[in-house]
């Protein structure tokens, strides 16, 4: 009577986690307000009459803190959201209504690896490096893997490496590696769902450059209703060498925002089972 | 190549979402601090030289608001964490580095509705009815479902459909229906990994009682190591009527905090295409 | 060599605070966001190696909690500021350029003290009472006290003794008492530079009404920029009886912010030693 | 009848700010939270149908940001705040009920500046310079002032002016200039009530050392009760030469806190007029 998937799943499933621990004083955006976990109580402050005591927890944070996913209402051009929502009109009393992240469908996908870092065969590409089309398609074809439409594709540049030196991570003065606009291009025309990275921005960002110009945010966000998922860890997934796996993803449902923390996973049946064909 | 468990993906999911929105205003216990989304940044406070404009967002929120999972340093009992850990060692420099909710693994697991409503034939069950181990008993073998070890079992009281009203949610002079210490020994009894309902507090608030006896959460929490999954959305799979279901719940990865909001989904293959035996 | 102002401190002065402690779960306006105070770090979480340690603090808030001043940006009529400032423009960047708190200068002005409920024989002024001008000119004349241009003008309905209650101090369903458009006019009339009361809303609020219709703080705030001062506690300026004073108030410098939680004092030569004429 | 003081401030008063502007950005030291600011209400988000709007704030900051005041609760030695009293027992439920911030009394005392820089003859002393007893001395002696019992003593180092550069005023490599334990007993022996400074830590900071060694947080805040107020703008005192001056501090009453920020002033009767012998 079990249902397919709930076969697979109790037959065992291997999990990757994409997603960073969120840590107070991690690198993040300096354009985003910081991510802060603090204990309003502890155990012991305060003690019921049966002996039991409860602790809990303060959040304050960005959106686009940690790994995240950017939602359409995220960025705009020319006063216009994807699909030419007017920027302005889609806020409604402070709120994101339309392309806000509560419009964003929990992911169960094809996940795609591209492993830029590895075919190049480098620890991390360098700051400032574009990942060029000829990169992502060597890359797709080293690994024997194609992008279909409806994936979410996600790329290796090794520079996530370096989140555990906090400030270098951000990039600054180095830059940071990444796809610009002719890789987003080529994402695009693909027809993926999703798009992500193991860096701050998704995106090449120049040194010294800072966030000023974000060209493959335009034609991923605006131009064609691809979601951008950053800062993702993707040490382990190369470790393995999984190209492709299910890929799963649940952001946050908060009513009229930016972006979401999120903390994506990898997913494949254990045994290396093969789909009924 | 494709493993099993992406061909079901492929071959298509139904998903359905447990998880509430976060809304600003929403019902919540007043012992944790109050959801609160803002925009720092709107579209047009400041476009670059190239027509694009970001917006952002900021949140202060507890993590016991919302759909959330108590972590195992949620609760402590005579001084003591599940498995004995002392609750004031378990916190070091002000995070839980032993039980907190950076320790619960990403869960794909069996879940287990149980229809207590349903089974009753009630819209919900009244504030301060206690569910008892007759009712989960009849209500399993009415759906005929077993629970099982390792599964997750969700307890609906249909109290859920309260969560509109606001204060009336949280109880206060009505209680809240719910499992008390025998339901929940009953729960532990079987195994299971996790419980949920679709209440504030999981377990039965008394009339006026408030939040002072949880011997639910000590059962669960500290005695057994179950974790608890409060503020549930339940209407939508009673409406389905799945009695199991995979169970997917990835909890924010936020070191040393108490619990976290989630938005977990019931799952199953699209075609009610049943597991190869 | 000593100015006179010094010369009168070091004689010894008498203050009065008139600011509510900030406390979580204080009552305060469900429109803003709520005051929570936590310790990130308590001491002994990290000793350093001399045996030092530090504890700290993290504060969320609203600006109009607690005892409260408000800017001339908080309250807008028809798309304008005080002074035809179109407010939306006075907003750039997310910051209230224009009329934000940062644009209120510390005072040090005289301060007038007009004991409604001292006058009116009562505890407190019903919820819902609206303090008439003839109440103002009335309370004025029996404590033998005039008002003039430049003055700080607190208002006392005795509502300030019901703050400890907690909710029903913000009115509700009994309403709250205070001035309305009529005691508005009166007061900015006379060139006052900013009025205070030991309610929420400054002005009357109607039983069941919330803050749906604000008419004095469209008089005051936009139409004469006199500033509101809200939640004082004026229990025990009246105990004392003064009716004229130094009133102290120094708003938090907050670039752009619509108001700002503040400790205003009322002082006084401690000998009651008189001016030189 | 009006009394002494009303009529120095009715004759006129010369008021300097002593407070930084609160700004997203601004430099503060990475232990405690950012401040943040953000506006969840703009005008025109929810006009009301008398054509009125309010818009509001949000701020979440720690309490040792821009301008602040350390509490005596902020800093303990081998276990103990000031006076012995055992720094876990002062908090109780996460709240420092002895020394916490609500302990300090508003002030209205005698200020004194000692402007070193101006003494040394430079835009600002060098990070990492110590400034000596001698030092503060012959600075006093230059000003022809004298420290008192009771005043309120605050160091120019110059630094200050590194405000507006951002990081490195925080110091980081280049260390901050201050007094440090000698300085500081020389302070306490005289008595004070507080001191304060031009830079983020008040006493020196060594260049790389960053805030692992604070002994004179120790001398005075421990050992001899005296309250420390940092990051204070001395430039517009220093600019008018005021060598004493009436010091007013009024702390925000935030219970169980170890800090606030606060907007310190020097007032002088205007006319320069001395006090009645």
Redesign the interface.
């Known amino acids: 009577?079990?249902?397919?998937?709930?076969?697979?799943?109790?037959?065992g499933?291997d999990?990757i986690?994409l997603?960073?621990?969120?840590?107070?004083?991690m690198p993040q955006s300096?354009?985003?307000?910081?991510f802060?976990?603090?204990?309003?109580?502890?155990?012991?402050?305060?003690v019921?009459?049966?002996?039991?005591?409860?602790?809990?927890?303060?959040?304050?944070?960005?959106?686009?803190v940690g790994t995240h996913i950017d939602a359409l209402?995220?960025?705009?051009?020319?006063?216009k959201?994807h699909g030419g929502v007017d920027?302005?009109e889609?806020?409604v009393?402070?709120?994101?209504e339309q392309h806000g992240v509560?419009t964003i469908?929990?992911m169960?996908?094809?996940g795609v690896l591209l492993d830029v870092a590895g075919h190049l065969g480098v620890e991390h590409c360098e700051g400032g490096y574009e990942i060029t089309v000829t990169d992502l398609e060597a890359t797709a074809e080293r690994q024997g893997v194609s992008v279909g439409e409806g994936d979410v594709v996600l790329i290796r540049s090794g520079w996530g490496v370096r989140f555990a030196e906090g400030a270098p991570y951000v990039g600054g003065p180095s830059g940071v590696p990444g796809v610009s606009e002719p890789g987003a291009a080529w994402l695009a025309e693909r027809g993926v769902h999703a798009v992500g990275a193991d860096t701050i921005a998704f995106e090449r960002l120049a040194p010294g450059g800072g966030h000023?110009?974000?060209?493959a945010?335009?034609v991923l966000l605006?131009e064609h209703g691809i979601y951008i998922i950053e800062a993702l860890d993707l040490e382990g997934l190369a470790a393995v060498g999984w190209s492709?796996?299910?890929f799963?993803l649940?952001?946050?449902?908060?009513?009229?925002?930016?972006?979401s923390?999120v903390?994506?996973?990898a997913?494949?049946?254990r045994?290396?089972?093969?789909?009924?064909s």
């Open positions: 009577m079990t249902d397919a998937m709930l076969g697979i799943v109790q037959g499933v999990t986690d997603g960073r621990q969120l840590r107070v004083g300096p354009n985003h307000p910081q802060w976990h603090t204990l309003p109580r502890r155990h012991g402050d305060m019921r009459p049966d002996g039991s005591s409860a602790a809990n927890d303060m959040i304050t944070t960005g959106t686009h209402a995220h960025v705009s051009f020319d006063g959201l920027a302005a889609a806020c009393a402070g709120k994101y509560h469908e929990p169960l996908r094809r000023a110009l974000l060209p945010h335009r605006v492709e796996f299910t799963v649940v952001p946050l449902n908060i009513f009229g925002a930016t972006g923390p903390r994506p996973l997913v494949r049946a045994s290396g089972e093969e789909a009924a």
